[in-house]
């Protein structure tokens, strides 16, 4: 039988919810960080949304936040004009990086060692954590403030997104512009997928696939509203989006077909990222609570329990939750 | 045909009220920072003298925040700038202080609270 989509919802945050990423999956699981307006990022269980602990020590709201793949450390990017390394495992501050403008994103090296930062004073810099007192390398180009900034191509590259309408790819070590694309629109969110390559955009109503070496367009999807944020599922069978609608839209990505789409949140939704492992995506709202839902809805999964209707007749069914009706 | 909404065994837990989270006996915790003391010299023979060290420290610290109470202290904050006021009560993380009777150069606020990371140093009269 079929089942209804039960999204499980985050509370604590009290302003909307902008950013969010997971780490990689460690022996503990796998984590996900949230940055929200309310200048408090939290860190919360990935499989099951349990909060963990809030970094706090931003004076202002945060714009960027990201793990690194151990979850051992976490770095945030505000409008207090820095952006903080943290201890991920303590909560504890381990850095603050002043900058000259608001900071909007933030983004590790696999090896933790290097940390990238971008925002509104339209340059990328680079940290050596290892010498996080010696001057960042810098990167400029674009003509107004960073969006988003990734590492690529086993962190010898640097993809950026800016309000100056393009997307460019930089070369790390000479510095140099290696590639630009240009749109009609500023673009909303972006991501990288490591595991072929693929870099995922959205622009207006559409969501691009583009191959993130050479920069050539794979294919585009127009979703039914403006869309803010997508992501790729890591066996490249479905993407979601997310956008001012409210809803979040699961699409085949092969066919292009739009499957499922789903109610919950009482904003538009501004983030949305699948999960290490794929069987979830988290998204987080102007409602200021995060979302998780479920890949393949139904399955026994994290605190999603599969039962089957004879048991929840029974006397069995005191430990499982039934969530009530709610009409949208 | 209506579709049974997927059961769930409980909700996320949500932040606890009362403090940071990051709890120190989670198995995740006690696994990798097997002690929360970072030691400034890095020998495991130094830790215990720097954890009694620590710890005296930051029994003066409670201690000269409870002397405080209802004292008048004076704060010297980042950008020059020296205010006055009563001091109340720090929060658990020391990341504000309840005051009152705050005196700032465009008046005295009857309530107010001060972000500590904004403070250099504060003295008061024992």
Redesign the interface.
Known sequence: ??????P?????HTRPVVDLAFSGITP?GYFLISACKDGKP???QGD??????????H?GAVWGATLNKEA?KAATAAADFSAKVWDA???EEVLTLAHKHIVKTVDFTQDSNSLLTAGNDKLLRIYDLNKPEAEPQEISGHTSAIKKALWCNNDQQILSAADDKTIRLWDKTSSEAVKTLTFDQAVSSMEYIPDGEILVITYGKTVAFYNAHSLDLIKTVDAPTSIHSASLHPDKDYFVAGGDDFKLYKYDYTTKEEMESYKGHFGPVHCVRFSPDGELYASGSEDGTLR?W?TA??KTYG?????L?EE?ASENSD?????P?IKA | ?K??????????????PNS?????N????I???PT?IPSSAGEGACIEEEQRSRSELRERFLRTLIKMSNKPVNFDMYEGVQVRAKFGASDI?V?NFQVSELQTPIGVQKEALL?C?DMISFSFDV
């Open positions: 039988m079929a089942m209804r989509q039960t499980l919802t985050c509370s604590g503990y939290m860190l919360r099951t949304g349990d909060w963990i602990g809030t970094f706090l020590g004076k051992t495992v303590t909560g998780l479920q809805v139904g605190l999603w329990k599969c039962v209707p929840l430990a499982i939750y039934c969530p009706e | 045909m579709k049974a909404p997927v059961t769930v065994l409980r909700l996320p837990r949500g932040p606890d940071r989270g990051f709890d120190p989670s198995p995740r915790f696994a990798l920072c929360s993380d990341l972000r990371h």
